[in-house]
């Protein structure tokens, strides 16, 4: 096995000290341009990498983040995640990436994990754990950026979503269609995502006078098979339902699916609106009305945020919030 190259190789090389190999490296000011170039010529003809251990020590940094998702396999946080990762390898750093498969115990295990890595900070994603010992977990981080979360009392810079605003328009549209008795897929009960888009439907529920209704509401897992189970126990308790706001993609392709199942017809008996606008929501039959997240952009803004946090510049703003935007199709279209 061939040698790995040292610093100590390259100086040598050059006709340097380490320390000026080390400036190069590091891109410091004590170097003249001559210098400078000589050695990253003989860093690229050799093939040195620098070592990412002693650089940690050298600067107290590892080049490294932690990313905290619910579930991977959502194709919102897998977006989210390239957002994040494409920025965050333009920049110099490595992304490390915990899934929780959406457990609250398994997120605190996830930041303690990361904490023992030593990463430069943390970005946390649909964060379903609540209480004092999420807190606990982050005062180990001297960088953390939230992903529609914001934690009351405890100003985390946080990348949002207007989760309200967009469920109120998806509703108003529903409404406008003719449909008045519209339920709710609310998805997981612990969701900040999911309360916001509760408050929303409200807002439209109540500005046009009708019926708020508990009985018309479910929490369900949010994927494909929990949407489909809680579409069928809501379709079952209530017939008359004619329209269902789902809290994402999935849950409204199960719903879709249970529809067909009971031979309700999708929008003429029932209107389905999702949100996110993950692919499937153009692929499914009928296509899928749904308010659009920009996902990839919510990464991008979250991986600035924490970078800027690490290295100690003043943030533009606490919270970045992004407007969803409502885009229409088959399963409940826009009005002739």
């Known amino acids: 096995m061939a040698r790995r190259v040292t610093i100590s190789d390259v100086a040598k090389l050059a006709g340097v000290s380490h320390q000026t190999v080390s400036r190069v490296i590091n891109n410091k000011a004590e170097v ?5 170039e000589k050695v990253l010529a003989i860093i690229e003809r050799t093939g040195y990498r620098p070592s990412g251990l002693a650089r940690g020590l050298a600067t107290s940094r590892t080049a490294t983040i932690g990313m905290v998702v619910p579930d991977i396999s959502n194709p919102f946080f897998s977006d989210l995640a390239k957002g994040i990762e494409n920025t965050a390898h333009d920049r110099g750093y490595s992304v490390f990436l915990c899934n929780t498969n959406e457990n609250p115990q398994r997120e605190l295990d996830a930041l303690y994990s990361l904490e023992q890595k030593q990463v430069d900070g943390v970005i946390l994603g649909g ?4 209480g004092p010992e999420l807190l606990k977990a982050l005062e180990h981080f001297s960088a953390v950026v939230l992903v529609n979360r914001i934690i009351e009392n405890h100003p985390f810079p946080a990348v949002m979503n207007n989760d309200r605003r967009g469920a109120k328009e998806a509703v108003q549209h529903l409404i406008q269609l003719g449909r008045a008795r519209i339920g709710m897929l ?8 999911g309360v916001c888009r509760q408050l929303g439907y ?5 500005q046009a006078r009708l019926s708020f209704e508990e009985s018309w509401q479910v929490h369900c897992p949010p994927t494909v098979p929990g949407g489909a189970d809680a579409a069928t126990q809501l379709l079952a308790q209530h017939p008359r339902l004619d ?8 849950v409204a392709v199960g719903a879709i699916q249970a529809c067909k199942a009971l031979g309700r017809r999708v929008p003429d008996d029932v209107a389905i609106i999702g949100f996110d606008d993950i692919y499937l929501a153009s692929l499914v039959t009928p296509s899928l009305s749904t308010c659009r997240i920009p996902r990839s952009e919510m990464g991008e803004q979250a991986i600035s945020l924490l970078l ?9 703003a606490p ?5 969803p935007e409502l885009i229409l ?5 826009a009005i002739d």
């Open 32 to 36: 003249s341009p001559e210098t400078r």
């Open 319 to 323: 919270v970045i919030s992004m407007t």
């Open 186 to 193: 609310l998805g997981p009960d612990f969701s900040y995502s």
């Open 127 to 130: 964060l379903r754990q609540q």
């Open 329 to 333: 199709r088959e399963s409940a279209p």
């Open 243 to 250: 329209a269902l706001f789902c809290y994402n993609d999935l």
């Open 202 to 206: 409200a807002d439209a529920l109540s």
């Open 308 to 316: 800027k946090q690490i290295d100690g510049e003043q943030l533009p």
